[in-house]
């Protein structure tokens, strides 16, 4: 399956970026793929997962399906969850989606102490903010 992808990036980092359902339904079904392989990616200079890329963009179908696929919900790049980009980027449907998911945590920290509430306050998200707390992140 071909995908336009300038930047040197995996193709099911491109599809999970760019919201094709259909191209990350095809890795998902690949026997022996890792969904939680982190691959090259020279946007953020080092390897990141799908997850990480799909909450970064908002793409809140990939996630539900990353997520359903059982992806790790707190894996990390850079010290960053998937639900820490998705609220420093303002996207609310998937924090949704991610507070929504068992196992889930809310209140991992960053090296530098910050929380995705942390985060969400700072970018001045109150949805975010609201969600993070009803779902028990913790405000001190």
């Known amino acids: 399956m071909e995908l336009k992808n300038e930047r040197g990036e995996h193709d099911f980092l491109a599809a999970c970026r760019e919201g094709n359902t259909e191209a990350v339904q095809y890795f998902l079904e690949l026997e022996g793929f890792d969904i939680n392989k982190q691959f090259a990616c020279e946007a953020y200079c080092e390897p990141v997962h799908g997850l990480f890329m799909a909450a970064a963009e908002g793409r809140v179908e990939v996630v539900q399906r990353l997520i359903a696929a059982d992806a790790d919900i707190n894996q990390t790049s850079k010290g960053v969850t998937p639900l820490y980009v998705a609220a420093q980027n303002g996207h609310d449907k998937v924090v949704k989606t991610i507070v929504s998911t068992q196992g889930v945590s809310v209140n991992h920290t960053r090296c530098t102490g910050s929380t ?18 009803g779902a028990g992140a913790d405000p001190t």
């Open 116 to 133: 995705a509430l942390f985060i969400a306050c700072q970018e001045g998200y109150p949805d975010i903010v609201d969600m993070l707390l």
